[in-house]
């Protein structure tokens, strides 16, 4: 299954249409899905310091391991680069992404967790 990630950015938000049957849920600061009801959101809030503090990441039980966090986190981290902000990775999933997984690129803009304590 392809995912397309949109965004909103009069809503803050970015969102997945998980099929064509698929909802998409509006919540400020969301990257999220919906599918029957359920959703899979990243959520994050803006530091005055351009800084983007990622706090949690959330995938159903019945759509975990398909890949859809990670689309998710790349996305956040992409429009984070491109708006020339770092990234605090407050969340545990977003912080093992940025430790074992993110590339060269996406770990210039890491923050580490202790630098906004």
């Known amino acids: 299954m392809a995912l397309r990630v949109e965004h909103s950015k009069k809503a803050l938000e970015f969102f997945i249409r998980m099929s064509n049957e698929g909802k998409h849920f509006s919540v400020l600061s969301i990257f999220c899905s ?15 310091d351009n800084v983007m503090d990622i706090y949690h990441t959330e995938v ?8 859809i966090a990670k ?6 981290f992409q429009y984070a680069a491109e708006n020339n902000m770092k990234i605090l990775p407050t969340c545990t999933y ?20 202790d630098s906004h304590l």
């Open 34 to 48: 919906v599918l029957d009801n359920t959703r899979s959101i990243l959520q994050y809030r803006k530091h005055p």
């Open 60 to 67: 159903p039980v019945e759509h975990q391991g398909k890949g």
């Open 71 to 76: 689309v998710l986190v790349n996305e956040a």
């Open 94 to 113: 977003v912080d093992r992404f940025a430790r074992k997984f993110a590339n060269d690129e996406q770990k210039r803009i890491v923050l580490p967790l």
